[in-house]
């Protein structure tokens, strides 16, 4: 079909709309005023004009019958659903009454500042909480704040920096460029980037690779595409992936795998470590992982003696492992004694061109903005900053789990509001009905938000409608390229994250209209400074710069040879030795600034839940729910209410082997009980044989948005949402990483008569 | 002008969805219409716990490989090549494709009347 358009507005995707982490360059087309067709841009070296379903949906996502187009203020109680439409100054005027009132009565540390994952949010959300005065950013809700943040903490420890399996994403020319090598083979380890981009990553590289002749060695404790097309399929139990590696390690060490040249020049504690590994042979870790030690040993084989030249590409269940930060420590010294560290084909150094970011990413870059004295005084104040010392050295956010215990105990201060932007923590946080009654129990909450959702219904005293990333101005620093994301059109009177934030950031201090008397142009320009370029220059250029300054520290390879990566310009890592620290002071000495100790060297711990650690509740709930699986046409809550995404994904359902059918007498498309003592959600039985029989896989994020929006049901989050059964407070001991997410206990109970009917489930918008 | 077609290496295709939701914005289909539909077919493997898994995009009789797009001038193959997560479909005339065909384990080509 033929789509007329005026004109064609060139842009880079990042937040709301595919809801991703972005990076890909987009075409907008428009017409009077309004997007008519996305496609993805061609001339673009990040996706090379693929656009995936979530973007190519955007025209049903932006002009959505039930989008919220102005800011709302709720009538009546909590829950009921009643809002009133008012005037964005009317809004403002109402936070800033309300937080200012709370600030004169308990201090401005009272209010606690809530985004969802990396997307453009943390910037201008830090932005109101720090010039308001709160030192608590959150991400409340995330268990064991494991989300890429121990990883990247534990790869900042041990190599002072933290790297990416090289796809060639930091060459314009990607992989053409010269410098550039294929990985020889690709460890996908807890991840399925064929679903998703995670962490800053476009998922489909991985697939570039492969059909380029990248071999693959795939570690999930579920089947799928690319466990299909893997060399090595290292099919283990969830959570275990910490006595993998320690295995994988001594086994490589034992053999004399290893890259002895590097690991005698750059790395420190390799006797150390080895000793450690030792206390892992491959017959204990193969009855802890279920893996079976031939195959452990034959993939240990390959990946290291491919190396140097072999690329490991992590995810999220690393993170979600206990003790999160050790397992992401046990896995970069497997990239780090093959000699992976910064080459073509390895694990490249991720430094972001020209060193810009977005916003304040760690304390360090925090005390580059705001001042020494500043981030002493946020990292004094900080929730959990106490308990946990890799809160005060590390990223600028607060402990999850500490947060909700302390908004519904009112100790060790009290909390009594929150600022909840573009997140959905009613229906994405663990232990959901934890975190709706602490958040019922605030005085006020804002919601920043582009649809009604559980956290609106239940929660909202003020609604402000965001804007999608094709309605606004921004820009992206992460990794590579420096781009920056163009406005199309306006949609109602919905705004922009970053200019919400600068308007209430201005009120709360009136000073900042001194520093950025344009706002975020200002703002922006000033964080372009390092790249010669201001906004305008980059649009002008087409939108993006790859940094490619041949001898810069944003230019791969070897930059330890160089010299380009430590402040004191010697060769070496930006660690306090210089080397790559197998054993870790410095992780040791994050953890000892709080009441916890860690061992500087990597372990492994049994999981929260487990046959092991609690026997007796296995017995009741013998099978393990893996949360997270991705799907293709949603990200996290979002897009349950989007037509074309709906109809391909339409069931919150549970994928059971065959095996557990049997037993269970389950058919596909029966719905059933998963239940444990945290209470019970229904699902749709999926039976696949790429499931392990112990284990059962869902969906996180589900609500149902075509039911009823009003307390109680709110789109029927507590009957399908799976963090119903999640815990919070099995967060791992530094406070990074844990949870049990990937691990929780349960048992499915198939639905006898008399059981209530099946949600009405539905694609939206049909009949 | 030869007869055009689409060849597809189901090695790569892995179930993305994204040349469905491109046909339905390129042909304003709604909920229920396909031009491509994607089906996923899950092996169980005899005598093994291996199990394999393939994707394939089915062509429906909507599919009239993007004329008007590509006619247009607006580009030069289909919404669906375009935006195929894996590139792993291509578009030309059939006796071209059939030879790629050849050289590739396992593809389908599909061509309409």
């Known amino acids: ?767 | 002008m030869g007869k055009k077609g689409i060849l597809v290496d189901m090695h790569y295709c892995t179930g993305c969805h994204a040349c469905e939701i491109a046909c339905k914005q390129e042909n304003g289909f709604g909920v229920g219409n396909w031009g491509i539909r994607i089906n996923e077919i899950i092996t169980e493997k005899p005598n093994s716990d291996r199990v394999h898994f393939d994707y394939l995009p089915y062509f429906t009789l909507q599919c009239n490989l993007c004329a008007e797009r590509i006619a247009s001038g607006e580009d030069t193959k289909p919404s669906c090549v375009k935006h195929c997560g894996t590139a792993c479909m291509q578009y030309g005339e059939i006796e071209d494709l059939a030879k790629e065909m050849a050289a590739k384990p396992r593809a389908i080509l599909y061509s309409p009347l």
């Open chain 1, 1 to 767: 079909m033929r789509m007329e358009y005026d004109r064609i507005v060139n842009t880079t995707t990042w937040s709301a709309g595919p809801g991703c982490h972005g990076g890909c360059g987009a075409k907008l087309y428009v017409k009077d005023g309004r997007v008519v067709k996305v496609e993805g841009d061609e001339n673009h070296p990040w996706n090379f004009g693929r656009g995936c379903s979530r973007l190519l949906a955007m025209t049903q996502y932006m002009y959505h019958p039930e989008r919220i187009l102005w800011p709302l203020k709720r009538v009546g109680p909590r829950g009921d659903g009643n809002f009133a439409r008012i005037s964005w100054d009317e809004a403002y005027d109402l936070i800033e009454e309300n937080f200012n009132k709370i600030k004169e009565n308990y201090g401005a540390k009272a209010v606690i500042f809530i985004q969802g994952t990396g997307r453009d949010i943390g910037g201008p959300m830090s932005l109101v909480a720090y010039n308001y005065g709160s030192p608590n950013w959150s991400q409340l809700g995330l268990g064991g704040q494991a989300c890429y943040g121990p990883r990247l903490g534990a790869m900042s420890c041990i190599q002072g920096d933290t790297s990416v399996a090289d796809c060639s994403q930091f060459f314009e020319k990607r992989f053409d460029d010269p410098r550039y090598r294929l990985p020889n083979y690709i460890v996908v380890w807890g991840q399925d980037p064929t679903r998703g981009c995670p962490d800053g990553f476009y998922g489909n590289w991985i697939i570039d690779c492969m059909k380029r002749g990248s071999k693959l060695i795939v570690v999930d404790p579920r089947q799928n595409f690319l466990t299909s097309r893997a060399e090595h399929h290292l099919q283990l139990r969830p959570g275990t992936d910490g006595a993998l590696a320690l295995g994988m390690l001594g086994a490589i060490i034992e053999n004399g795998w290893y890259n002895k040249e590097f690991v005698e020049k750059w790395c420190l504690g390799f006797e150390e470590l080895a000793e450690r590994a030792r206390e892992y042979p491959l017959d204990r870790v193969a009855s802890i992982t279920w893996v079976p030690k031939e195959q452990i040993l034959a993939a240990a084989k390959a990946y290291a003696l491919a190396s140097p030249g072999s690329a490991i590409q992590w995810g999220l269940p690393i993170d979600q492992a206990p003790d999160g930060v050790i397992v992401a420590q046990a896995i970069n010294d497997l990239w780090a004694i093959t000699g992976n560290i910064d080459v073509p084909g390895g694990n490249v150094i991720a430094r972001n061109a020209y060193h810009v970011s977005a916003y304040p990413f760690d304390n360090y870059q925090l005390a580059d903005m705001y001042g020494d004295d500043f981030v002493e005084q946020v990292v004094q104040k900080r929730i959990g900053s106490d308990e946990y010392g890799w809160l005060r050295k590390w990223r600028c956010y607060i402990q999850p789990d500490v947060a909700v215990r302390q908004m519904l105990t009112q100790n060790p201060y009290p909390i009594k509001a929150t600022w909840i932007q573009t997140a959905n923590p009613v229906a994405n946080a663990a232990d959901m009905r934890l975190h709706y009654e602490a958040l019922r129990a605030m005085d006020f909450n804002v919601v920043i938000d582009l649809f009604h959702n559980p956290t609106t219904m239940s929660v909202a005293d003020v609604i402000l409608p965001a804007a999608t990333f094709a309605e606004r101005t921004g820009f992206r620093a992460w990794f590579q390229p420096v781009q920056i994301i163009s406005p199309a059109v306006n949609v109602g009177e919905c705004r922009n994250d970053w200019e919400i934030a600068m308007d209430m950031a201005q009120r709360f201090n009136p000073e900042l209209k001194k520093r950025y008397p344009n706002g975020i142009k200002d703002y922006m320009d000033w964080r372009l400074e390092p790249t010669g370029m201001t906004y305008a220059d980059l649009q002008a250029r087409g939108g993006w710069k790859w940094g490619d300054e041949e001898g810069s520290a944003w230019v791969p390879y070897k930059r330890y040879e160089r010299g380009v990566l430590r402040a004191d310009g010697k060769p070496g890592f930006r660690t306090p030795s210089g080397k790559v620290e197998l054993k870790s002071s410095q992780n040791a000495e994050w953890g000892a600034t709080g009441v916890t100790r860690v061992d500087p060297l990597p372990y492994y711990q049994e999981p929260f839940e487990s046959e092991m650690s609690t026997p007796d509740l296995f017995k009741k709930y013998p099978l393990i729910m893996v949360t997270g699986r991705r799907s293709a046409v949603f990200f996290h809550s979002e897009h349950r209410n989007i037509p074309w995404l709906r109809e391909c994904d339409p069931h919150p359902d549970v994928e059971i082997h065959p095996s557990v059918a049997r037993d269970l007498k389950l058919e596909n498309g029966e719905w059933v009980w998963i239940e444990n003592e945290r209470g019970r959600i229904r699902r749709k039985v999926k039976i696949n044989a790429g499931i392990h029989p112990k284990t059962v896989s869902v969906l996180h994020g589900w609500w149902l948005p075509e039911t009823e929006g009003r307390a109680p049901n709110l789109f029927s989050a507590w009957d399908v949402n799976c963090n119903v059964l999640v815990p919070t407070g099995a967060q791992s001991r530094t406070g990074y990483g844990g949870n049990a997410y990937k691990t929780t206990l349960v048992r499915l109970v198939k639905m006898h008569d008399g059981s209530p009917a099946a949600p009405p489930v539905s694609v939206w918008g049909r009949g």
